[in-house]
């Protein structure tokens, strides 16, 4: 069984530019998420989809953050436009149905912001 | 709200000798606990989990972890550390109402041979 797999591994941009990040989850988990790990501290909850439907999105930080997950499969991940502190990296993360499983983890996303 | 405090930052410890990683928690409800590892330039993958029933659970790679509700812990342990276990360790936790993890701030494990 194919793992969680984002793309790209590491992305550098400029203040002010655009940024989509993507995750392709485990096939037929339907919850999605996403986390942040910024300068060595905690990993921190974005959000989470459940199939297609934003169930939780109480961790993005501000509006410049856009999630999409068309048809309940792949997830994007857009920064527009991206500030310095929104380097770090971004972990997109699976599981099944119930509270009890665990997440599967994807390798993350290193975003450098300069 | 929830939250998990992992004590220290960096843990040393000597090929063949026992390894902990301490974790604490803080939820309302009942704890969903886990441990993650990453290993440099990978992902995070998981270790093992407590949900209900034995205190003691053990996972992958030889590693156990003890829930003590009333000490409010969940640390990771192997009684016999190998240099290949030098990594990140994260520790989680999930409210029973609800499916975000909440981590810590991990703590690097060295292994020296």
């Known amino acids: 069984e194919a793992g969680v797999t984002q793309f790209p591994s590491h992305s550098v941009i400029e203040k002010g530019q655009t940024v989509t990040l993507r995750c392709d989850p485990i096939?037929?988990?339907?919850?999605l998420y996403w986390y942040r790990r910024v300068m060595g501290k905690e990993i921190k909850f974005l959000l989470h989809?459940?199939?297609?439907?934003?169930?939780?999105e109480s961790g993005m930080p501000n509006n410049r953050f856009l999630a999409e997950r068309t048809g309940g499969t792949y997830s994007t991940l857009k920064v527009q436009p991206a500030e310095l502190e929104d380097s770090g990296v971004y972990f997109c993360?699976?599981?099944?149905?119930?509270?009890?499983?665990?997440?599967?983890f994807g390798q993350g996303t290193r975003l450098t912001v300069v | 709200a929830q939250s998990v405090a992992q004590p220290e930052d960096q843990v040393n410890v000597a090929e063949g000798n026992p390894l902990t990683v301490k974790c604490t928690y803080s939820?309302?409800?009942?704890?969903?606990l886990f441990w993650y590892v990453q290993y440099p330039n990978r992902g995070l993958q998981f270790l093992l989990k407590?949900?209900?029933?034995?205190?003691l659970v053990k996972g992958s790679y030889g590693f156990e972890a003890e829930f003590n509700k009333s000490q409010t812990s969940f640390h990771l342990k192997k009684p016999s550390a190998l240099v290949s276990d030098s990594a990140l360790y994260f520790c989680?936790?999930?409210?029973?109402?609800?499916?975000?993890?909440?981590f810590g701030a991990g703590t690097t494990v060295t292994v020296r041979a």
């Open positions: 989680a936790v999930r409210d029973t109402g609800d499916y975000k993890l909440s």
């Open positions: 993360a699976s599981s099944r149905g119930s509270r009890n499983t665990e997440a599967f």
């Open positions: 096939s037929g988990h339907d919850n």
């Open positions: 407590y949900i209900t029933g034995d205190n």
């Open positions: 989809f459940v199939k297609e439907s934003k169930q939780d």
């Open positions: 939820v309302s409800g009942n704890p969903y």
